[in-house]
Structures are given as C-alpha cells and as structure tokens.
C-alpha cells in the first residue's frame, strides 16, 4: 500500500506537468493535426511530411510523422475543429474515461480490493505516462474490456465490434482475436475478421499507392529518430533471427493457451493475447504495455493460485520503471516469465478439468488408464 501510494503520488505531479506544462508537446498534437491534414488536403496527405510537418512544426516546433492508422485520425475529426486546448481536454477526460471502463468491468473483489487496483494500476508510469501524452492505447484496452464483458453475457458479434477498435492501435492487442479464435470463439472472430476487413478498405481506398508508402515511410522516420525509445523484443536485444524467433515463441505460446483454454471463460484467452501481442508486435511502445495490466486484472478473476499473485507481485515495481533504460532488458525477461505463467496456469485448468469431468463420468468408478 505505501509503494503504490509513493508511485501514485509520483504519476499525479508528472502527469499535471505534462498536461499543463507542455501541452503542445504531447503525442495527441501530433493526431490532431493530422486529422486536420487530412480534413483540408486529403487523407494520404497525413503521413506526407513535406504536407503534414509544417502546421505541425509551427504550432509545437516538434517534427514527428503521424504514424497511427487512418481510424484515429478519422474519429480525432470533430475534436480536430475545435481549439487545440479545449480538444485536448475532452480527449483527456475520454481516456481516463477508457481507463475506469476496464476498471469497472475486470477489476475483482470487493470495493476496497477494487479501489486499491484502481489506484495501483494508476501508480503504474506507462500507464500514466499514456494518458497524459494522449495516446489512444487506453481505447483499444477499453474495446477488449468490453469485448470480455460482452462475451459473458453471450454477445459474440457486439463484442466483435468492441474489439475492432484494436485497428486504432494494434500494438498492444493484434493477438486476441486470433487466440479467442483458438479458444473456439468463431462467431467473434468472423465478425471481427470482417470489420476490421472492411476498415482496412477503407483505408487502402482513402490513403491509395502512394499514401501508404508515405506511411511506411513516416514509421521508417520515427524509428530512426534520435532519442526514441521502443520496448518491442527487437529494439531491446536487437533485430535478428533471435528477436524474431523470441516473438514468434510469443505468439504461438499465446495460442496454445486459447486452445487449453477452450472450454473455459475468455479471461484466459484475452489475457494471453494481451501478453503475447506485447513480445511479439515489432512495434511497441512503452505506453503499449499498460495491455499487461489488463491481463492482470482478467487473471485476478480466475482466482489464480499463490505463485502467479507472487510474479504480479514481483513485476509490480520493474513494470514502474519500464521506459528506463536499463530495466528494457531485465522486464522482457519479465514479460516473458509472466507468458510462460500463463501456460502453466493453463495447464493446470485443463488437467483440473480434465479430472473432474472423468469423476463426474460414468466410468470413473475404474482404474483412470495410464
């Protein structure tokens, strides 16, 4: 308790400096104006710097390129005709609104246990660090807290359509449909399949030849620019065979956990895809690991045994200290371990299953065979 009140205390002072202090230095200047690129010269004109960077750079002398698909730049259009500071407002309000829909719809136990998880998971500086700066992570978390909430209360084609916000941002999340798939949900995943199908021709039609090679181009630039700082697995040990044999383990770890998971809740599953997108996506930043807290608070639900509260517990405070340096190397190995969890506790569902299904057979007055 007095550690997350210390971090808490913490994140409440770096969060006001940056929202008054700086204000135009924040990533959701870069989306505002881009949205309102494309609004006067045409969509694919947003990842086109010699179109995009002047207003941009004039208005915040920060030279970054708009890196985010189509979608948000799309639902940022109504806030993008308002004054900067009152769009960044509302804004604001909505994601910290993102972020108790996921509390209030995963967080477990009591009111005292729930509130101490909000003021836990608020104490977490990735977490934090992505609200104050804007970033839409915290919408895609809350899609796929719905997209949960949806699916217990047999919803499977509306939870579908919560969990295609996951084109906002991909990073934190792109592996959920696919586990939830594994897991047998088939009607969420051709419903999400097809949405997310037809934003992307959306998009292709919107941006054409040329506009997606200005964004390939733009992600190119920000990779490279000095300063920035990225948490996937190959910008931590380096790009190469190992990275992408550690992300590809991710990913198929992640889908073997759906299907032990099968006959059991989504909690699983999702917390799995959450968990395996965060190793395996190329393209991560440290905000995109607020996902883990989600898969924390879907785990919590399960009731997890001793030793899986006692990792949580344990990768509570390198979690705090995730964007420095030298904690991008020891958190991997975190996150890892935390994955590698998962899949033990799946195990251990199955085999528990497994056993009281053939207690509960008519045959389970013999021998089990060996």
């Given at each position: 308790?007095?550690?997350?009140?210390?971090?808490f205390?913490?994140?409440?002072?770096?969060?006001?400096?940056?929202?008054?202090?700086?204000?135009?230095?924040?990533d959701?200047s870069?989306?505002?104006?881009?949205?309102?690129?494309?609004?006067?010269?045409?969509?694919?004109?947003?990842?086109?710097?010699?179109?995009?960077?002047?207003?941009?750079?004039?208005?915040?002398?920060n030279?970054?390129?708009?890196?985010?698909?189509?979608?948000?730049?799309?639902?940022?259009?109504?806030?993008?005709?308002?004054?900067?500071?009152?769009?960044?407002?509302?804004?604001?309000?909505?994601?910290?609104?993102?972020?108790?829909?996921?509390?209030?719809?995963?967080?477990?136990?009591?009111?005292?246990?729930?509130?101490l998880?909000l003021?836990?998971?608020?104490?977490?500086?990735?977490?934090?660090?992505?609200?104050?700066?804007?970033?839409?992570?915290?919408?895609?978390?809350?899609?796929?807290?719905?997209?949960?909430?949806?699916?217990?209360r047999?919803?499977?084609?509306?939870a579908?359509?919560?969990?295609?916000?996951?084109?906002?941002?991909?990073?934190?999340?792109?592996?959920?449909?696919?586990?939830?798939l594994?897991?047998?949900?088939?009607?969420?995943?051709?419903?999400?399949?097809?949405?997310?199908?037809?934003?992307?021709?959306?998009?292709?039609?919107a941006l054409?030849?040329?506009?997606?090679?200005?964004?390939?181009h733009?992600?190119?630039?920000?990779?490279?620019?000095?300063?920035?700082?990225?948490?996937?697995?190959?910008?931590?040990?380096?790009?190469?065979?190992?990275?992408?044999?550690?992300?590809?383990?991710?990913?198929?770890?992640?889908?073997?956990?759906g299907?032990?998971?099968?006959?059991?809740?989504?909690?699983?599953p999702?917390?799995?895809?959450?968990?395996?997108?965060v190793l395996a996506?190329p393209?991560?930043?440290?905000?995109?690991?607020?996902?883990?807290?989600?898969?924390?608070?879907?785990?919590l639900?399960?009731?997890?045994?001793?030793?899986?509260?006692?990792?949580?517990v344990?990768?509570?405070?390198?979690?705090?200290?995730?964007?420095?340096?030298?904690?991008?190397?020891?958190?991997?190995?975190?996150?890892?371990?935390?994955?590698?969890?998962?899949?033990?506790?799946?195990?251990?569902l199955?085999?528990?299953?497994?056993?009281?299904?053939?207690?509960?057979?008519?045959?389970?007055?013999?021998?089990p065979?060996?």
């Amino acid at each position: 308790m007095a550690v997350v009140l210390v971090l808490f205390g913490y994140d409440v002072i770096q969060y006001l400096s940056f929202v008054i202090q700086t204000p135009w230095q924040l990533d959701f200047s870069d989306f505002y104006f881009a949205a309102r690129t494309g609004l006067i010269h045409g969509w694919a004109e947003m990842y086109n710097t010699a179109v995009s960077m002047p207003a941009l750079y004039a208005a915040t002398g920060n030279w970054f390129p708009y890196q985010h698909s189509p979608v948000l730049a799309w639902l940022l259009v109504p806030l993008s005709l308002l004054p900067y500071a009152l769009a960044l407002t509302i804004w604001d309000g909505f994601l910290f609104g993102c972020y108790l829909l996921c509390w209030r719809l995963l967080a477990p136990g009591s009111i005292g246990r729930r509130l101490l998880l909000l003021v836990a998971g608020l104490a977490l500086y990735p977490v934090v660090l992505g609200l104050a700066l804007g970033q839409p992570t915290m919408l895609v978390l809350a899609g796929v807290s719905a997209c949960y909430w949806l699916l217990g209360r047999n919803r499977p084609l509306l939870a579908a359509l919560a969990l295609a916000l996951i084109a906002v941002k991909p990073q934190s999340s792109f592996l959920v449909p696919f586990v939830l798939l594994f897991a047998g949900r088939i009607r969420l995943f051709t419903g999400w399949a097809a949405i997310s199908i037809g934003l992307a021709g959306l998009a292709v039609l919107a941006l054409g030849q040329h506009g997606l090679q200005d964004w390939l181009h733009a992600i190119a630039i920000a990779q490279h620019l000095p300063g920035i700082r990225f948490n996937s697995v190959g910008s931590v040990i380096g790009p190469g065979l190992f990275a992408a044999a550690v992300s590809l383990a991710a990913a198929g770890i992640a889908m073997v956990i759906g299907r032990l998971a099968a006959r059991e809740g989504p909690e699983l599953p999702i917390a799995a895809g959450l968990s395996g997108s965060v190793l395996a996506s190329p393209y991560l930043s440290v905000t995109d690991l607020s996902a883990l807290l989600i898969a924390a608070w879907l785990i919590l639900r399960l009731n997890p045994p001793g030793w899986l509260k006692a990792l949580m517990v344990v990768g509570y405070v390198p979690f705090f200290f995730a964007n420095a340096l030298f904690m991008h190397g020891p958190f991997l190995v975190l996150e890892f371990a935390w994955l590698l969890a998962l899949l033990v506790f799946a195990i251990k569902l199955r085999r528990g299953r497994d056993l009281e299904g053939w207690l509960r057979s008519p045959d389970s007055n013999r021998e089990p065979s060996r």
